[in-house]
């Protein structure tokens, strides 16, 4: 079955740090993948989706990798700022159009002042 | 643009008691898709409905559970003779009409906090 795993273990940076973020997926390829942000008792926030055949998208300070090879997508945030502390999930879905999502569990971010 | 609403945002039963929760998506949108969140635990996808059609419910539990996005109104998630184990944040998203690759994101509302005692 589809297998999305993120690092369980909070992420702790320095205000000013480049934070990344790891996300990989097993026994499938993914049409694409998306991360989004959730603050405590929110829903989720969506940040970026990258496909398939992209290697690297990116919005303002936010970067996204996708490595079909290593089965694996990074999710940096470049000059990280306290507001940027939340739990970041990364999400997949095999097919791309209506498709239901495959969730990791999320990594938490603490960035400190 | 209002985004997607839910309600009621807390939601408290005694064990045995029906719990019905609502969703109205973006305006235009008409994929409905609602998922489950248990404390420590990533987000599980539970059934995804069109305007009155039930696309894929593969990740509702057989029983109790049941989903519906009327042609009017909100779309339901009921659940019938809630036990403890179904306290959960549940979360409803919604995406638009197909148009190609871009439109490929769902939007989530702020989610129904479930507890049942």
Known sequence: SQKIEQNSEALNIQEGKTATLTCNYTNYSPAYLQWYRQDPGRGPVFLLLIRENEKEKRKERLKVTFDTTLKQSLFHITASQPADSATYLCASSKDSGYSTLTFGKGTMLLVSP | ?117
């Open chain 2, 1 to 117: 643009n209002a985004g997607v609403m839910q309600n009621p945002r807390h939601l408290v039963r005694r064990r045995g008691q029906e719990a019905r929760l609502r969703c109205s998506p973006v305006k235009g949108h008409s994929h409905v898709y609602w998922y489950r969140q248990l404390p420590e635990e990533g987000l599980k996808f539970m059934v995804y409905l069109q305007k009155e059609n039930i696309i894929d419910e593969s990740g509702m539990p057989k029983e109790r559970f049941s989903a519906e996005f009327p042609k009017e109104g909100p779309s339901i998630l009921r659940i019938q003779q809630v036990v403890r184990g179904d306290s959960a944040a549940y979360f409803c998203a919604s995406s638009p009409p197909w148009q190609g690759a871009s439109t490929d994101t769902q939007y989530f509302g702020p989610g129904t906090r479930l507890t049942v005692l």
